[in-house]
């Protein structure tokens, strides 16, 4: 594929994209605007409002609606966990596999990224980050994983045609910027931006005044190939000389191609990309399916004109309230004849006194009655309220307000109810997190490829140095040590407390143990000394552990036992990674044999063949008639 294909294709590709998600898009700044204070008045009204100096009040209740649902989000704490998939994985590996994935996340600071687009999810609809390969710190061409968040959501456009919340299904994907037109010219001088084209109809713009819009630019490439069953069960794509294929069929492999583009050329690449899936993760909102249109919806969606009818209530209300103290005074001409002055700052100043003519047929000058607050005006505020709870699912119990329910359990409930209406965006987390795992671990035997020396994360944050990809001589010959390219992983997601929260659940376990059975507190009082978390809980549970009688103290909490039991249990990974090595080893040696059996059977055929044919040549001379007796002989003596 040339580059012009490349560029034409991604042009179309971007409109088609741009065209299906456009008014999701709109929907979604006005999302935003709303939230953030803005678009919360008609501009008309409030234009009318302000310039008669009447009042104008915006009171945003929509954040605590996002905060909840995002709250929920940041408590989750998503795990991704590995699982061996095929007959060369293994559970150590997939261990490493997994620990690996904790350290990627770690150093990303992935807990953040995950939240950042699931709150862009709840506020605006669609979320989105990425996952990337980069050389690691200092003089090495060793690479490195990271997980990283895309601040602008409107900057990413996927293939309409993709249905699942994390885009998994996605055959291609833009990440697009504005970079400024000199930093364009001295990063790509041979490059025109002037001749970069600009599309005057509605649609992804790759021209600006102030710059050009470039676009990392994701596309699959599907190779079709064929597979082969053999009679063993053993799948190959060539089918050794001998041997017989139980069955076959046809596959189409995906290849994630990349390259950065402008409108007009190809930046740089194209290259392949080391992993099977698109790096760009979305995290949706509500999405419903209209034929073939898809309706995207954030939390506060429906909340918006409840949000504004409050406003306006509000700012009546205050009006209203406002007036009391100004209410007008009742006079004659006469009465305020040569005190206009005082008369006219009444309402503004702080006077002692209001001096007035005596007027004999109007009597003294009196206020009329202030206008009284509505009690419908006061009803539709409380109703606003309401139709903006009604419309989030999000009530007053998990907003931390009192209601109506006075039991513990009725309020659970209530905060149960809430959380299952707005699941739908933690579950939408959830998803992306695993798809970010199923990229991560693709992409792991390519970028982590060479023998090195890594560190790893247990599921109780501790780290570990493994050693990847060393080759070491055995009886058996030579032997990869933790090989990170045999064997295919399975990925899901775990969703629960963090190591440090379940040590605090099992502390107040313990404790409640206990209580209820006294009589183990003297034997069980190191173990509940080290789950807490106060100063030297340590030395105090080891104290208590030498003040034990003896027999108690497992052996497991020896240390010398322990350091022989981890001992053994590396000896006997050890073990098991040779003779799964060996097993490779004898399958592979096995293979070659019956293929030289093949071939050589092939061979002895052959030869038969011919000595077959030599004997036929033989006896076909024996036939021949011999010359009558006295005639010329078969040779010249």
């Known amino acids: 594929m040339t580059d012009d294909d490349i560029i034409a294709a991604a042009r179309k590709r971007a409109q088609d994209a741009y065209d299906a998600d456009f008014r999701n898009r709109e929907r979604s700044i006005d999302d935003l ?18 310039a008669e100096g009447r009042p104008c009040l915006t009171i945003n209740g929509l954040p605590q609606f996002v905060r909840q649902v995002t709250g929920q989000i940041r408590s989750m704490n998503p795990a991704i966990k590995v699982s061996p998939a095929d007959g060369h994985s293994s559970v150590e590996m997939a261990e490493i596999y997994e620990g690996l994935v904790r350290q990627i996340e770690h150093s990303s600071g992935a807990a953040s990224v995950y939240e950042n687009a699931g709150e862009q999810a709840a506020a605006g609809g669609f979320g989105a980050f990425r996952i990337r390969a980069d050389y690691c710190a200092g003089d090495t061409f060793d690479q490195e994983i990271l997980i990283e968040r895309i601040h602008n959501p409107f900057s990413v456009y996927f293939d309409p045609f993709a249905r699942e919340p994390s885009r ?9 910027e504005l970079m400024d037109m000199e930093a ?5 001088p041979d490059k025109s931006a002037e001749d970069v084209p600009n599309n005057s109809s509605p649609g992804l713009q790759w021209f600006a005044a102030d710059g050009v819009v470039v676009a990392e630019y994701f596309w699959k490439e599907h190779e079709e190939r064929t597979i082969w069953q053999l009679e063993s069960g053993q799948v190959v794509e060539n089918v050794p000389p001998g041997l017989k294929a139980a069955r076959s069929r046809k596959v189409r492999k995906p290849k994630i191609m990349w390259a950065k583009i402008s409108g007009k050329d190809v930046l740089e690449g194209p290259q392949e990309f080391p992993g099977d899936f698109i790096p760009v993760i979305a995290v949706t909102g509500e999405e419903i399916h209209l034929g073939d249109e898809v309706y995207r919806s954030s939390v506060i969606r429906y909340a918006k004109d409840p949000q504004r009818l409050y406003n306006l209530s509000r700012s009546a ?16 001409a006469k009465q305020v004849s040569g005190f206009e002055t005082f008369w006219a700052q009444a309402n503004s100043a702080n006077r002692p006194y209001l001096p007035y003519n005596a007027d004999e047929k109007a009597g003294a000058p009196q206020r009329a009655a202030p206008p009284m607050p509505s009690a419908g005006l006061l009803q539709e505020i409380q109703l606003a309220a309401e139709d903006m709870k009604r419309t989030t699912g999000i009530y007053d119990a998990s907003l931390g307000n009192r209601s109506n329910e006075t039991s513990g359990v009725a309020i659970e409930a209530r905060k149960q109810e809430s959380q299952n209406g707005t699941s739908i965006y933690a579950d939408n987390v959830v998803k992306a997190v695993e798809q970010a795992g199923r990229v991560i671990v693709s992409m792991i035997p390519r970028i982590y490829d060479t023998e090195r020396v890594i560190r790893i994360l247990g599921d109780d944050d501790a780290e570990k140095v493994v050693a990847i990809n060393r080759v070491l001589m055995t009886e058996m010959g030579p032997m990869v040590e933790n090989d990170m390219q045999s064997g295919k992983y399975a990925v899901r997601v775990s969703v629960g407390p963090t190591y440090s929260t379940r040590r605090q659940e099992s502390a107040e376990g313990m404790m409640a143990f206990v209580q209820a059975v ?12 080290k789950a807490q978390e106060w100063p030297d809980a340590d030395k105090i549970a080891e104290r208590l552990k030498r003040a034990l009688p003896p027999g108690v103290v497992e052996q497991d909490d020896d240390p010398q036992a322990m350091q022989a039991q981890q001992m053994a249990q590396e ?19 096995q293979l070659r044999q019956e293929e030289a059996k093949a071939r050589k059977a ?8 011919m000595e077959a044919a030599e004997a036929q040549m033989r006896l076909a001379a024996m036939r021949q008639p011999m010359p009558p007796f006295g005639g010329q002989p078969p040779f010249v003596g």
């Open 33 to 50: 605007e709303t939230l953030i204070g803005r678009r919360q008045w008609d501009e008309a009204a409030k234009a009318d409002r302000e």
């Open 168 to 176: 998994r299904d996605a055959e291609y994907c833009f990440v697009t």
């Open 184 to 188: 364009f010219k001295e990063a790509y």
């Open 317 to 332: 209300h205050a009006e209203v309230v406002a007036l009391q103290p100004k209410a007008p005074y009742l006079v004659t």
């Open 518 to 529: 006294p009589q183990a507190a003297a034997l069980t009082g190191d173990l509940i000394a």
């Open 571 to 589: 000896q006997q990974k050890a073990m098991q990674a040779r003779q799964m090595q060996a097993a490779q080893a004898m399958e592979s040696l």
């Open 602 to 609: 092939e061979a002895d055929a052959a030869k038969a063949e």
